[in-house]
C-alpha cells in the first residue's frame, strides 16, 4: 500500500502565496505521475497540476503563470507553489500519486487532502 501525507494548506489574503507539499511512502516499485486536484464546494475535483516521468508537467489554464508543480524523486515529495491566489483558488485540494507494484501493475492513491482558502 501507499501511504500520503499532505501539508501546506492554509488561510491567505487574495494576492498571495501558499506551498502545498505531499510526501508518497510505503511499497511500491517506482511513481510514474504526481499531481495536484482541487474540489470546491459543490463541484468536481478537477486537475490543477501534473508532472510526469522525465518532468512532463500539465497545468489546468487557470494558475498557469501562478502555479508551479516539482517533484524530488528522492524523498518521493511533490511540491505545489501556489503564488497570486484568488479566491477562486478556495478549495479542498488533494494529491494524486501513480505508482507501478511490478512492471505491469499500477495502481493510483489519494491523499487525504488539505484546504486552501483564499479571502480577505
Known amino acids: 500500500q501507499v501511504h500520503l501525507v499532505e501539508s501546506g494548506g492554509g488561510l491567505v489574503q487574495p494576492g498571495g502565496s501558499l506551498t502545498l507539499s505531499c510526501v508518497a511512502s510505503?511499497?511500491?516499485?517506482?511513481?510514474?505521475?504526481m499531481g495536484w486536484y482541487r474540489q470546491a464546494p459543490g463541484k468536481q475535483r478537477d486537475l490543477v497540476a501534473a508532472?510526469?516521468?522525465?518532468?512532463?508537467?500539465k497545468y489546468a489554464d487557470s494558475v498557469k503563470g501562478r502555479f508551479t508543480i516539482s517533484r524530488d524523486n528522492a524523498t518521493n515529495t511533490v511540491t505545489l507553489k501556489m503564488n497570486i491566489l484568488e479566491p477562486e483558488d478556495t478549495a479542498v485540494y488533494y494529491c494524486?500519486?501513480?505508482?507501478?507494484?511490478?512492471?505491469?501493475?499500477?495502481?493510483?492513491?489519494w491523499g487525504q487532502g488539505t484546504q486552501v482558502t483564499v479571502s480577505s
Open positions: 494524486k500519486v501513480g505508482v507501478f507494484h511490478s512492471d505491469t501493475a499500477k495502481a493510483d492513491y
Open positions: 508532472i510526469r516521468f522525465r518532468n512532463q508537467t
Open positions: 510505503g511499497s511500491f516499485a517506482s511513481i510514474y505521475a
